[in-house]
Structures are given as structure tokens and as C-alpha cells.
């Protein structure tokens, strides 16, 4: 069975950072694209990053420049660096493939950012 563990969430000021770790079971990242998520209440699950393999990555506009996805293939584990946060990056942070295929999603872990 696929389970996603997101991790690294918590509350931050505006122009802070936060890492956030996601690790699998019942997946080997290393096949698939993977890639992060968030959702806001009320709102559709947004895309934010997607690793392509060991070498390409690709972001969202809105957080193109700040956010930096990375993956540890030995480790089965994606992490999401995100720089220079902004209130509207508040959100519950998701991991999962891309595309997902059905696959289930995690609990996510929780980013607030506010002064």
C-alpha cells in the first residue's frame, strides 16, 4: 500500500524559510516524477514542484525563484526548500508522483507563514 509522510511544516515570518521532507513506502521514488503540492481551505490542490527524473525540476510562477525541490533516491524521500515565504504560501503541503495516478495522499504538513 502507498503512503506519503510529509514533514516540516510549522509557522514562519514573512522572508523566512522552511524545509519540508516527504518519505514513501509502497513506492520507490526513484521511477516516477515526483513532485509537492498545496491546498488551501476551499480550494483545489495546486501544483508547486515537480522533479523529472535526477536532473530536471519544474516550478509554479508563484513560487519559481524561492522554492527548490531536490530528491534522495537512496533515502526514497523528496524535500521542498522554500525561501523567502510569503503569506500567500500559507498552505498544507503535499507530496505525490505526477501525475498521481489515483495514488492516496498523505496528511500533509501544515506552512503558516505570518508575522
Known amino acids: 500500500q502507498v503512503q506519503f509522510v510529509e514533514s516540516g511544516g510549522g509557522l514562519v515570518e514573512p522572508g523566512g524559510s522552511l524545509r519540508l521532507s516527504c518519505t514513501g513506502s509502497g513506492i520507490t521514488f526513484s521511477v516516477y516524477h515526483m513532485a509537492w503540492y498545496r491546498q488551501t481551505p476551499g480550494k483545489e490542490r495546486d501544483f508547486v514542484a515537480i522533479?523529472?527524473?535526477?536532473?530536471?525540476?519544474n516550478y509554479s510562477d508563484s513560487v519559481k525563484g524561492r522554492f527548490t525541490i531536490s530528491r534522495d533516491n537512496a533515502k526514497n524521500a523528496i524535500y521542498l526548500q522554500m525561501n523567502d515565504l510569503k503569506p500567500e504560501d500559507t498552505a498544507v503541503y503535499y507530496c505525490?508522483?505526477?501525475?498521481?495516478?489515483?495514488?492516496?495522499w498523505g496528511r500533509g504538513t501544515q506552512v503558516t507563514v505570518s508575522a
Open positions: 505525490n508522483t505526477s501525475p498521481t495516478k489515483g495514488r492516496p
Open positions: 522533479a523529472i527524473g535526477n536532473d530536471v525540476t
